[in-house]
C-alpha cells in the first residue's frame, strides 16, 4: 500500500470518526439525564480522541486531514436528518452498532493489508489497534444494552 493509498484510507477514517462524534454528541441530547446519554456523551468523547490520533498520523505522512462527507448516511441507508432524530433507544443502540461494526471491520482489514506489507509504524499499527479496541468495547457496551432492554434487566 502506497503512501498516497494510506492517506486515503486514514482520511475515510477520520471523516467516519468525526461523523460519529457528532452522532453521539446528538444522542446524548437526545437521552440527557439518563444513562444511556452519558455514555453516548462520553462514547463521543473517545471518538473525539479518535479523530485527533487519526488526523496527527495523516499529517505526519504529509497529508491534511479532510472530511469527506456524511458517510454514515449511507453506510445503513437513512437520511443524515434521520439518523439524529431518532429517538428509541432500542433503534439509536442498533444503528450505533451497525456503524461500529463498520468501523471495526474496516479497522481490520487496514491493519491486514499493513501486517501484509511488513509495515513498520507501530505506532501507527497501535493506534488503529487501540481504536478497534474502543469501539469494541462500545459495540459490546450498545450490545449488552438491547438484551438488557429485552429482557428487561435491571441496570443504570
Ligand atoms: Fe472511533
Ligand atoms: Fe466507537
Not at 502506497?2 to 486514514?10: G, P, R
Not at 439509536?92 to 481490520?108: G, P, R
Not at 468495547?137 to 450490545?143: G, I, M, N, Y
Amino acid at each position: 500500500m502506497d503512501k498516497k493509498d494510506l492517506i486515503s484510507k486514514l482520511n475515510w477514517f477520520y471523516s467516519l470518526e468525526l461523523n460519529q462524534v457528532d452522532l453521539y454528541n446528538a444522542q446524548s441530547k437526545t437521552f440527557r439525564k439518563t444513562y444511556p446519554g452519558l455514555v453516548f456523551e462520553r462514547s463521543a468523547f473517545i471518538e473525539q480522541q479518535h479523530v485527533d490520533n487519526i488526523g496527527e498520523k495523516i499529517k505526519e505522512l504529509g497529508g491534511k486531514p479532510s472530511l469527506i462527507g456524511d458517510i454514515l448516511s449511507p453506510l445503513i441507508g437513512r437520511a443524515a436528518g434521520e439518523l439524529v432524530s431518532l429517538t428509541g433507544l432500542e433503534d439509536t443502540l442498533t444503528v450505533n452498532i451497525l456503524i461500529e461494526q463498520k468501523a471495526m471491520n474496516d479497522y481490520k482489514d487496514l491493519l491486514r493489508r499493513l501486517n501484509s506489507d511488513n509495515c513498520q509504524n507501530k505506532e501507527l499499527i497501535k493506534i488503529l489497534q487501540h481504536n478497534y479496541v474502543d469501539e469494541h468495547l462500545h459495540t459490546e457496551w450498545f450490545r449488552t444494552k438491547i438484551i438488557a432492554i429485552k429482557y428487561k434487566e435491571y441496570s443504570l
